[in-house]
């Protein structure tokens, strides 16, 4: 794996800015650091304090996706932002890049965009979009990044998804090689976890990790366990094991809801 330090993008920066469309082909752009590590290495990170300049990071793209041997790409960390679906469209010609670190570069609002560039990169397989503040946009996100054919693992976490959670799981489910998502820290409401886990679970995504389903469910059997203990104690022999049936294959928050309430009822 190459590290790109600040004097070699310093060294695209430059080229970019004076000669805005030149050919990546030219000497001039082939004998930078970057160009040399693109042409040879098979993995790749960009430095979060190499202050790539929009026409920099352009060049960069390009020199990427002409790479005949880069399968492995970080540019965590970069506040790309506004500038994430012309360096995507760049890098979508890349063809063996299968892993992209897109993390913390405050995507935002163009994420729907990015995604709709990335999604042409032909054998993309693991996408890091953690930490990008997408929120309201995680939907339109989803609609996008679920038409790209190869890719099998997402990571969507430290997104504040909030409430957009469910409407994101229903798009995100359509992709037809999902198998690994990563949802964590995403601010869900707890009456949405069950449901997103039951969209999951009808998907063909074989793993999904969703903080805070673990807590709804500690929460939920620790209610149980004190319903099945009152009800041992205060109903007929044979309608306890009868009654705590109901409530031991609870599917949604409301039957946690209804094991709580239950709970305080009899006393618990």
Do not use: W
């Not at 965009?113 to 995680?138: E, Q, R, V, W, Y």
């Amino acid at each position: 794996m190459t590290i790109l330090f600040l004097e070699s993008i310093t060294e695209l920066n430059k080229i970019a800015a004076t000669y805005p469309a030149i050919n990546i082909n030219s000497p001039l752009v082939q004998n930078t650091i970057a160009a040399k590590v693109l042409t040879s290495d098979d993995s790749c990170t960009v430095t979060a304090s190499s202050s790539l300049s929009p026409e920099g990071l352009l060049l960069l793209g390009r020199l990427i996706g002409a790479s005949e041997t880069l399968t492995h790409l970080d540019m965590s960390g970069n506040n790309i932002g506004e500038h994430a679906e012309a360096f995507a469209t760049a890098i979508a010609e890349a063809p063996l890049l299968n892993t992209l670190d897109m993390s913390s570069n405050n995507i935002g609002k163009h994420a729907e965009a990015f995604a709709n560039a990335i999604s042409a990169t032909p054998c993309l397989k693991t996408l890091d979009m953690s930490g990008n503040n997408i929120g309201k946009h995680a939907e339109a996100f989803a609609n996008a990044i679920a038409t790209a054919l190869s890719l099998t693992s997402l990571n969507i976490s430290d997104n504040n998804i909030d409430n957009h959670g469910e409407a994101f799981t229903h798009s995100i489910v359509q992709s037809p090689s999902l198998r690994f998502l990563d949802m964590e820290h995403n601010n869900t409401e707890e009456e949405k976890i069950y449901t997103i886990q039951t969209i999951i679970a009808a998907s063909n995504i074989k793993s999904c990790d969703l903080y805070g389903a673990e807590e709804v469910r500690a929460q939920h059997d620790a209610a149980l366990v004190n319903i099945h203990a009152l009800l041992s104690d205060s109903l007929p022999i044979g309608l306890p094991s009868l009654v705590g049936s109901y409530f031991s294959l609870p599917t949604n928050t409301e039957l946690l809801d209804d094991a709580v309430e239950t709970q305080f009822l009899l006393g618990g």
